[in-house]
């Protein structure tokens, strides 16, 4: 009996840190295109809309991780919420020149 509370446990950390891990190669799927406009400084081919509405997405998506107390999710869509805002800030920003 108290080998199935386990083998649960384990599994479930094995679940969250496949969690974790999926939610970092999403989160860090927007550093490449930060780092080539913060060195271009050209976002004329970049739609704010789509970035506001991801950025809204993931505002949705930590108050999810909050309620169903889930970490991965909160860890992992707050580092996309700040990524997602340094990119909607240079897109406003860069859209001026």
């Keep these: 009996m108290w080998e199935d509370k ?3 446990l384990k599994t479930m950390n094995f679940i969250d840190l496949i969690g974790l891990f999926a939610g970092m190669c999403v989160t860090i799927s927007v550093i ?6 913060w060195k271009t400084k050209k976002v ?3 739609s704010l809309l789509t ?8 505002m949705m998506w930590i108050i999810y991780g909050v309620l169903k107390n889930d970490l991965p999710i909160i860890i992992t869509n707050s580092v996309s919420l700040f990524l997602n805002l340094i990119m ?8 001026k020149e």
């Design 51 to 58: 970035f506001s509405i991801l950025t809204f997405g993931i």
């Design 6 to 8: 386990i083998l649960k």
């Design 44 to 46: 004329k081919a970049i």
């Design 32 to 37: 490449p295109q930060i780092v080539k406009v």
């Design 88 to 95: 909607i800030y240079f897109i406003i920003y860069y859209e």
